[in-house]
Structures are given as C-alpha cells and as structure tokens.
C-alpha cells in the first residue's frame, strides 16, 4: 500500500469513511448540477467547476447505501483525481482532516473490497476507501470531462471569488426598492452629464448616448425598464453606472447608490426556478431590507443588444477576423434544463399540433404529422431523455434532418437562437455519446448540453416508422 500522509474524513448516512487527502482537491458546498439525461443512475449530472466541466456521482449511491440529500446544509461535493481527470463525488458530511498514524491502520489484503483497511480515530472506526476501486470509467460512460478553455476573465474572477463564499455587488436604490449588481458587470460610476444626445426612434427607456473618452455609450433608464417612472436626471443623487461584458459597454442611469460590499453567497437566495431572460435572478435580506440582485444575463443580453448595432454576417466577419469561431445553436428547455441543437440540423421549429399516434411503437415516438404534406415522425424528446412532458401553449416542435430524413422532436419550449464562441464550449471525448459538447455561460451559471441527434434516433429507425 502506498504511503497515506492525511485522511479526509467523510460520513455517509451514520457511516464514517475516509480518502487519503492526495486524492483529493476541493471541497465545495453542492452546486447547481445539470442532469446528464440517459446516463447511468449513479452519475448525478455535471458541474462547472474552475473552467472544467466536471461529473458529479453519488458516492452513497456507487456503495449501494442510499443517496445523498443535497438539500441539506452540511452536504458537500468533494472532487478527486480519476484517471487524469477530475471527478467530483457527492458526500454526506466532510468531518475533518487528520494525519495517518500506522498503528491505528489496519490493511485488508482482499482485492475485491472498496475497502482498504480500517482505520480507528477518537473511537471512531473509519473505513478507507481507494476512489480507483470504487469508480470506473462505466460510471461515467455517457459523459467524459472536457476542459473548456480560455475563460474570459470575469468568470476567472467569479470562481476565485466563490472560493470566498463571498460576491460583490454595487447596491443603489430605485423609488423606495432595493436593487443590486454584480460587480463583475461594472465598469465605472459617473456622474450624469449636462449633456445627453437623444435617439430618434429609440427604446422609450433609450434616453440616448453620452460620449465618454471618446467612446459613445448608450444610456437607459433602470426605472424605465424595470417599470417605474423614470429617473429624475437633475437630482444630485442620480448617477450614470457603466456596465461591460468583454469590450462592449451600455450605461444605466439610478437614482441613488447605497454601496459596494461582500455578501456571503448563502444568505443569496436563488430565483432560477424558470428558464429564460429573467430581469431578477435572486434576493439578498439584510437586517433591514430586501434587494433585488439583477440578473447578469440580462444585464448581458442588454448589453449586446444595443452595445453596438451590427449585422449577423458582420459580427462573424469580426470574429473570422481575429480568430475566433462561432456556432449558432437553436437553445431549448425540458423541464428546468436546457439542451441545443446545431442549428444546420434545425430546419423549422413550430407550435405544438395535434399528433397522430402510431400503433405497436416505441413509447418515446409520440406518432406523426402532416406538415405541408410531408409526413414526419415525431419524437417526444423529454420521455426519450426520461424527464416528463406537459403539453402547453409554449410547447414546440424542432423539425430537424438527420441525413436527408425529416423528424420533428417535441420540447417544452424553444429559448434562444444563439451564437456561442468556441472557448465556452467543451466538446465531448467520446464520439458516440448522446453529449455532443457542453456550453458553460455566465460564469457556469448557465450550462447547456448540445445533443447528437443521430443519437437520439437512427435513421433506420426513421424509415421504419415512415414504412407502418
């Protein structure tokens, strides 16, 4: 057995176990974990974690000994190396970290245990276990961890700052409610000038551009887009916030800043229950108010749309330009994850409409239509992914090609066509997996899975139902 320095105590259920420390690199309370859809029931999903899309297994689970609850406080996510990769397993409790005496060790000689040996500490009996003997590379078949790379530096800095259990936001006040920014978004505070060059045409919240070293931003009324009566521009208080996203830039103009301080990242409370362009992601309580912490991928969205008005053939001229590629992705929602496909696949996506059922198929092939004549099969892609389905107003139908066959895939509900730049998407080691790549946005905020669709359904498959 190889020489153990530290043991990193952990607990599953009312059982103690232990992992030599070398194995192991961080411990993270749980983070958001995306659902990796038809993969084995031990691999929980994924997480962006330091740049890295990084699988997540239950540690219980694997053992056979139940699941961990992660929504209990004392939960945690440890990551350990497997096979020269990162891993992160999910834990019950991390208890401590001590130093390995050899007289409180004893080694079982059996190759088939997960067990190591037995460890005693303070009366406490801990099982040692070797992550290699434990997991396998079938785990984690329908996923293999991709790095993404070159991160922009405002995720950098977020995830240096997670580490803090600590974010920064400026504060500031609108019409006796409490809002609050991510300081990453900020790129300075002015006050507002004597002159600001109004747009013909424009958004009502657009008051118009003010010219800033030489450079025109334009400038909106927080009021005005969140539903208030606008901001009074001769009140001393009234301040012009910059706001950038990589080298583009719009101004928001408020009517009084409170502060900049850190907040501890557990007395934030989420509000991404719903997917889509939410204009407040979640609420901070201090001792005597409430604040509104405005969503950075609104806060993005805005930026890019009236940062700088250019044409989509421009914007992947500029990019081609200075050596950056794009994809274009057709964004959809299953239950509260979010999934793409190429959008060279997509030829249309439509409005619900009633299904023909087909007799003696599979249960995931909700039947057929008749779209201008054409008959295509239509897959019930949440069933197939095994989520459930709820037919709404909002639900849509992607009618995409595989090869040259038609075959419409029904969602929940179609949320972006979007470009992506190459350095936020991690493609997938394995060419036959349902993954294709993983979109990590907003700092792993956001992350999308791309799917294969020949993976999905084959085209053998397609005729065959086309023949009944």
Same mark, same amino acid.
């Given at each position: 057995?190889?020489? +153990?320095?530290?043991?990193?105590?952990?607990?599953?259920?009312?059982?103690?176990?232990?992992?030599?420390?070398?194995?192991?690199?961080?411990?993270?309370?749980?983070?958001?974990?995306?659902? *990796?859809?038809?993969?084995?029931?031990?691999?929980? &999903?994924?997480?962006?974690?330091?740049?890295?899309?990084?699988?997540?297994?239950?540690?219980?689970? #694997?053992?056979?000994?139940? $699941?961990?609850?992660?929504?209990?406080?004392? $939960?945690?996510?440890?990551?350990?190396?497997?096979?020269?990769?990162? #891993?992160?397993?999910?834990?019950?409790?991390?208890?401590?970290?001590?130093?390995?005496?050899?007289?409180?060790?004893?080694?079982?000689?059996?190759?088939?245990?997960?067990?190591?040996?037995? @460890?005693?500490?303070? %009366?406490?009996?801990?099982?040692?276990?070797?992550?290699?003997?434990?997991?396998?590379?079938?785990?984690?078949?329908?996923?293999?961890?991709?790095?993404?790379?070159?991160?922009?530096?405002?995720?950098?800095?977020?995830?240096?700052?997670?580490?803090?259990?600590? /974010?920064?936001?400026?504060?500031?006040?609108?019409? %006796?409610?409490?809002?609050?920014?991510?300081?990453?978004?900020?790129?300075?505070?002015?006050?507002?000038?004597?002159?600001?060059?109004?747009?013909? &045409?424009?958004?009502?919240?657009?008051?118009?551009?003010?010219?800033?070293?030489?450079?025109?931003?334009?400038?909106?009324?927080?009021?005005?887009?969140?539903?208030?009566?606008?901001?009074?521009?001769?009140?001393?208080?009234?301040?012009?916030?910059?706001?950038?996203?990589?080298? /583009?830039?719009?101004?928001?103009?408020?009517? @009084?800043?409170?502060?900049? /301080?850190?907040?501890?990242?557990?007395?934030?409370?989420?509000?991404?229950?719903?997917?889509?362009?939410?204009?407040?992601? =979640?609420?901070?309580?201090?001792?005597?108010?409430?604040? =509104?912490?405005?969503?950075?991928?609104?806060?993005?969205?805005?930026?890019?749309?009236?940062?700088?008005? !250019?044409? /989509?053939?421009?914007?992947?001229?500029?990019?081609?330009?200075?050596?950056?590629?794009?994809?274009?992705?057709?964004?959809?929602?299953?239950?509260?994850?979010?999934?793409?496909?190429? !959008?060279?696949?997509?030829?249309?996506? +439509?409005?619900?409409?009633?299904?023909?059922?087909?007799?003696?198929?599979?249960? @995931?092939?909700?039947?057929?239509?008749?779209?201008?004549?054409?008959?295509?099969?239509?897959?019930?892609?949440?069933?197939?992914?095994?989520?459930?389905?709820?037919?709404?107003?909002?639900?849509? +139908?992607?009618?995409?090609? !595989?090869?040259?066959?038609?075959?419409?895939?029904?969602?929940?509900?179609?949320?972006? *066509?979007?470009?992506?730049?190459?350095?936020?998407?991690?493609?997938?080691?394995?060419?036959? $997996?349902?993954?294709?790549?993983?979109? $990590?946005?907003?700092?792993?905020?956001?992350?999308?899975?791309?799917?294969?669709?020949?993976?999905?359904?084959?085209?053998?498959?397609?005729? =065959?139902?086309?023949?009944?």
């Amino acid at each position: 057995m190889k020489t +153990i320095d530290t043991i990193l105590q952990i607990k599953l259920g009312d059982e103690f176990f232990g992992i030599d420390s070398d194995n192991s690199n961080q411990i993270l309370r749980v983070p958001v974990i995306t659902s *990796i859809p038809l993969a084995n029931r031990w691999l929980k &999903g994924i997480i962006v974690l330091n740049g890295k899309i990084v699988p997540v297994l239950d540690l219980k689970d #694997v053992l056979g000994i139940g $699941s961990v609850d992660v929504s209990k406080q004392e $939960s945690r996510v440890v990551t350990i190396n497997f096979n020269g990769d990162e #891993v992160a397993i999910l834990v019950d409790e991390v208890i401590d970290a001590f130093a390995f005496e050899e007289s409180n060790f004893e080694e079982m000689i059996s190759e088939d245990s997960f067990t190591i040996g037995f @460890y005693k500490q303070n %009366d406490v009996l801990i099982q040692l276990i070797e992550p290699k003997n434990v997991i396998n590379d079938e785990m984690i078949e329908n996923f293999s961890p991709v790095e993404v790379e070159r991160l922009c530096d405002e995720e950098k800095d977020a995830e240096n700052r997670a580490d803090t259990d600590t /974010k920064r936001y400026l504060f500031f006040k609108s019409k %006796d409610e409490f809002f609050a920014v991510d300081i990453e978004l900020v790129a300075e505070l002015i006050f507002v000038p004597n002159e600001i060059t109004p747009i013909v &045409g424009g958004d009502r919240s657009n008051l118009g551009a003010i010219t800033l070293r030489e450079e025109v931003i334009d400038v909106f009324d927080f009021n005005l887009l969140f539903g208030f009566e606008n901001v009074d521009l001769k009140n001393d208080n009234s301040r012009i916030l910059i706001l950038k996203d990589e080298n /583009k830039k719009i101004a928001l103009c408020i009517e @009084y800043v409170e502060e900049i /301080k850190d907040i501890l990242v557990n007395d934030i409370e989420s509000l991404s229950n719903s997917i889509g362009e939410e204009k407040i992601e =979640s609420l901070y309580k201090d001792n005597k108010n409430i604040v =509104s912490i405005v969503s950075n991928l609104y806060l993005r969205n805005l930026i890019d749309k009236f940062c700088v008005a !250019i044409t /989509k053939e421009n914007k992947i001229q500029k990019e081609e330009k200075e050596g950056g590629n794009m994809r274009e992705l057709v964004v959809f929602a299953i239950d509260k994850e979010e999934f793409a496909f190429d !959008i060279e696949s997509v030829q249309e996506i +439509i409005s619900y409409q009633e299904v023909t059922s087909l007799p003696d198929s599979d249960e @995931y092939i909700e039947g057929v239509i008749n779209l201008r004549g054409v008959i295509i099969p239509v897959v019930n892609l949440p069933k197939k992914l095994d989520f459930n389905l709820k037919i709404e107003d909002k639900s849509k +139908i992607a009618v995409c090609m !595989i090869e040259k066959e038609k075959v419409g895939f029904l969602v929940d509900d179609v949320n972006d *066509i979007m470009f992506i730049e190459d350095k936020f998407v991690a493609l997938s080691k394995k060419s036959d $997996s349902l993954v294709k790549s993983t979109i $990590s946005l907003d700092g792993g905020k956001r992350v999308i899975l791309e799917l294969r669709l020949e993976k999905i359904i084959s085209v053998e498959d397609l005729l =065959s139902i086309k023949e009944q």
